[in-house]
């Protein structure tokens, strides 16, 4: 249970480009809701794909819309910072909804003083389905690979005023580099809510394209002092995931196999000498 101590306004941002079904299904999305006390705005990259005769069929419950070019999906977004009015800012692009028609009407109130207010967020693909749910507290390493979906969050536009708005140098990992700096450079106030909040469906740009390199880039920049630390948990991560240290972890869950194991390691100490076991290992 929650206490609405002030009711702080919402501004929701959707950004499209060129997908008209998804687009109409994540307005229907919101125009579903029970509460509509919230700002809806939808920035359209200059789409040729029937987007913007979706726009302007839903135009009655949206509060502002432009359909222009725009250098990607960072610059998109920029525009709908721009122009929001709301105390709270929540991205829910196209093709992504609320998790059910309910959430604005009993979430809102967890919108307080925070800077970031997030839940849990359902991530699906054709044959996929599974509830994530963020920790408690974040750690820096919990970013190293992974993050936070911004179709889980609510960002208090003051934050993009101090911060300021995402990095439209980067292709796909602006909004990863925003929270990081958020949570790590800006300590900016946060909070867990153990609810789900929507949908975000796989196959979008950012999970088809290896982000490692642009991940790479902001570390280095903003956090140089833990870019070692980075490197050697992406590659000790390279180790554990190949399918030998698998292999070798399925062995050792029963006692005869973590005596196998011992027994072959204790062979190879004495069959090699200490320089020859070392080159080996490296």
């Not at 009655?60 to 999906?73: L, M, T």
């Amino acid at each position: 249970m929650h206490t609405n101590l002030i009711m702080y306004k919402i501004s929701i941002i959707t950004v499209n480009y060129n997908d008209v079904q998804g687009l109409e299904k994540t307005i229907s999305s919101v125009m579903n809701q029970t509460s509509l006390d919230f700002e809806y705005i939808v920035i359209d990259g200059g789409s040729d794909d029937g987007s913007l005769e979706i726009i302007k069929k839903y135009k009655g419950n949206i509060n502002y819309f432009i359909s222009e070019k725009d250098s990607g999906i960072y610059n998109a977004m920029n525009k709908g910072i721009k122009v929001a009015t709301g105390d709270y800012l929540f991205f829910l692009n196209s093709g992504d909804h609320f998790f059910n028609r309910d959430v604005i009407k009993k979430y809102s109130g967890y919108l307080q003083q925070e800077d970031l207010v997030y839940f849990n967020i359902e991530i699906k693909n054709n044959n996929f389905s599974k509830i994530v749910s963020y920790p408690n507290i974040f750690r820096f390493s919990d970013f190293y690979i992974g993050g936070i979906c911004h179709q889980s969050v609510f960002i208090k536009k003051t934050l993009f005023e101090e911060i300021g708005l995402y990095d439209e140098d980067l292709k796909i990992v602006s909004d990863w580099k925003f929270f990081i700096l958020a949570l790590f450079k800006y300590n900016c106030s946060y909070k867990k809510v153990d609810e789900t909040l929507s949908t975000y469906y796989l196959g979008g740009l950012s999970s088809k394209i290896n982000n490692f390199e642009e991940r790479n880039s902001v570390i280095r920049e903003h956090f140089k002092g833990f870019f070692q630390d980075y490197e050697e948990y992406l590659t000790n991560r390279n180790l554990v995931n190949t399918n030998r240290f698998r292999m070798l972890r399925e062995i050792e869950k029963s006692i005869i196999g973590t005596k196998l194991v011992s027994v072959f390691f204790r062979f190879y100490v004495a069959l090699f000498t200490k320089t020859k076991l070392k080159d080996l290992l490296n």
